[in-house]
């Protein structure tokens, strides 16, 4: 019983983590952290913070006093050091090392880096037109919440 139970661990263990099974597992996650750092995430992570106590301060303004008090704890906890290896873990999940390779030559390339560059101002772009569409219909929407609380309401009734 306790061999089938070890065999079942070791069993998991390769299903969570397939590094593991070829022995690459150092060598591949430096090659995502590689990624990663060619993605610019660690200088995300820490704009994505900056940007984040800066919209609690306007809508607190009693919080400016705390500012470098917020910096340290969401740097601490959101930052580049702390979430690493957790980030890692995520991309070995998705992506081959092969697929890795391949990612790391085109955001290596120009092309790749205007991709990264343009990238935020596109996802900008993409929401507001979602934004305009929801906002062309949103009649419908509303009509069609009314006719399904008044359905409920007959249910109930």
């Not at 340290?72 to 995520?90: A, M, P, Q, R, T």
């Not at 992506?95 to 390779?101: I, V």
């Not at 979602?130 to 249910?155: C, N, P, T």
Request: charged letters at 30%; aromatic letters at 10%; glycine letters at 4%.
């Amino acid at each position: 019983m306790k061999r089938i139970f070890l065999i079942i661990i070791v069993f998991m263990c390769f299903i969570i983590n397939p590094c593991l099974l070829y022995g690459q597992e150092d060598s591949y996650a430096e090659l995502v952290e590689e990624f990663l750092k060619i993605i610019n995430v660690e200088d995300n992570l820490q704009s994505n913070v900056n940007e984040m106590i800066e919209i609690q301060i306007r809508q607190n303004p009693d919080m400016l006093p705390y500012k470098d008090i917020m910096i340290e704890f969401y740097s601490k906890y959101l930052g580049w050091n702390s979430l690493k290896d957790e980030l890692v873990g995520i991309y070995i999940n998705e992506f081959s090392e092969k697929e890795m390779k391949e990612l790391i030559d085109f955001y290596s390339s120009e092309t790749g880096q205007k991709v990264l560059e343009k990238m935020p101002e596109l996802f900008k772009k993409g929401a507001e037109i979602g934004q305009r569409a929801v906002m062309e219909h949103i009649s419908e929407l509303q009509e069609m919440i009314k006719q399904e609380a008044e359905r409920l309401q007959q249910m109930t009734q």
